[in-house]
């Protein structure tokens, strides 16, 4: 209004001068609403997502290739069929299934867990550690892909798999016992320059402990002495990161990939998960000393979550609001942590509404935008939380519904359209491996 009394109009002009402003606001209002309520995402980019391939398979040579149709596989494998040796590499896929347990869960496809099993065997077969999918972008080890897989495989007997995974992680991290967002996975060093995610860490300590919990006695004590180097790198550099009068750690990128300015409760989630996986494997060892440094640390880093997450909800950053809780909360729970707070608890129920999508998964926080896109690595997560939990109901039912959404194969894809059309990466490590987990958890 401002421009109005700058210089003074005519009747007729007034009129017309007070029309133009007006629209200019309020174009300039919608552009602004446009920016910053996250209207954009409402457009339908996001629904014209490609499903890259339904499955993953051994081809020619023994390279893996992505598979378009399901007719070109040898039934119940990852093998194109039509090769010399197909029924061969068929048969060894089902004696490595043979060698460990697929569980059986009461009221739930045994098929779908058998091919989650086959899909993370096949992503490890290039090194010998999973990469997160066989599309490009996603043709690199994460340490917290990588830690769910160890964990399906150590629970399901493939102990040398699972193993390896432990190892190359001890590989690559540095004395600084920060982990790099990803890996190439012949461990030769980073694809990019996406930097430390410090929650890495704790998902190393998580798989380490969950490997050490499948293995008996002497077995178990030789396999943590083995990995005795990626135990003190990393509960140092917990310690290291909770080195503040808050007790909390600094801003890093989390499962989200962007970097962050302010912490998320993930990120303090995995830290502290990694303080109680370091308890028991130092205890393991007989090192008391650290045991209770490392249970010490636990305890002061769960109070500071409690008094500066907790008071708000447990929101997705420190300050935040509750309605973009995400899969932080999940963290703050079994099978990621010892603990059930029950104020945790509440919070978990309600991020399944702010999080919900209309296809009938989830997003992966309810701050995330608004396009109608589910994502199954975060409803499988909610799956085995809930699980662990004793939610068997919403266990089953997060279940069920991946297994409706899988792709001709049999695979599990990245993403489920708002039409619940699968699209994006299919199989991914990530979702696969929980799914497993659940399942192992509900067969118990």
């Not at 007989?286 to 880093?301: E, I, N, V």
């Not at 999940?330 to 104020?343: I, R």
């Amino acid at each position: 209004m401002a421009v109005l009394a700058l210089e003074p109009a005519l009747p007729d002009e007034r009129k017309s001068s007070r029309r133009i402003p007006f629209v200019a606001v309020l174009c300039l209002l919608v552009l602004v609403l446009l920016g910053s309520s996250g209207l954009l995402a409402h457009r339908n980019w996001l629904a014209t997502i490609p499903l890259d391939a339904i499955t993953v398979a051994v081809g020619p040579g023994g390279t893996l290739v992505e598979v378009a149709a399901d007719d070109a596989l040898i039934p119940a494998s990852r093998v194109l069929a039509g090769m010399p040796g197909s029924f061969e590499l068929a048969r060894e896929q089902a004696a490595w299934l043979g060698a460990g347990t697929v569980p059986h869960v009461s009221g739930l496809n045994p098929d779908m867990i058998a091919a989650a099993l086959l899909d993370l065997h096949v992503l490890s077969r290039p090194y010998g550690v999973p990469v997160a999918g066989w599309s490009g972008p996603w043709r690199y080890v994460w340490p917290r892909d990588s830690a769910l897989v160890a964990s399906a495989f150590a629970r399901t007997g493939h102990l040398a798999d699972a193993e390896r995974i432990i190892d190359f992680l001890q590989q690559v991290q540095p004395e600084s016992g920060l982990f790099q967002a990803r890996y190439l996975p012949d461990g030769s060093g980073v694809p990019d320059h996406r930097g430390v995610e410090l929650d890495g860490l704790g998902w190393a300590l998580w798989a380490t402990e969950q490997v050490a919990a499948e293995l008996n006695g002497g077995e178990r004590t030789a396999f943590v002495q083995r990995h005795h180097k990626l135990l003190d790198r990393s509960m140092d550099a917990a310690l290291r990161a909770i080195n503040d009068p808050s007790s909390l750690p600094p801003p890093s990128a989390d499962y989200w990939e962007v970097k962050e300015k302010r912490l998320t409760l993930a990120t303090a989630a995995l830290v502290c998960t990694g303080f109680e996986s370091s308890g028991q494997l130092y205890r393991i060892l007989g090192d008391l000393d650290q045991a209770d440094a490392a249970t010490a640390a636990a305890a002061r880093l769960r109070t500071a979550i409690k008094i500066n997450f907790g008071h708000q909800g447990y929101p997705r950053h420190l300050g935040g609001s509750s309605r973009s809780t995400d899969l932080g909360v999940d963290f703050l729970l079994p099978p990621l942590s010892t603990d059930q707070d029950q104020t945790v608890v509440r919070a978990w129920e309600r991020a399944a509404v702010v999080m919900a999508r209309p296809a009938g998964g989830l997003a992966p926080g309810g701050s995330w935008r608004s396009d109608g896109v589910s994502w199954t690595n975060v409803t499988a997560s909610r799956a085995m939380t809930a699980a662990f939990i004793g939610r068997r109901d919403e266990a089953m039912a997060r279940l069920r519904w991946l297994d409706q959404h899988r792709t001709a194969a049999g695979s599990l894809p990245e993403k489920i359209l708002r039409d619940g059309q699968a699209a994006s990466v299919a199989p991914l490590a990530w979702t696969a491996a929980a799914v497993v987990i659940t399942a192992d958890e509900l067969s118990s």
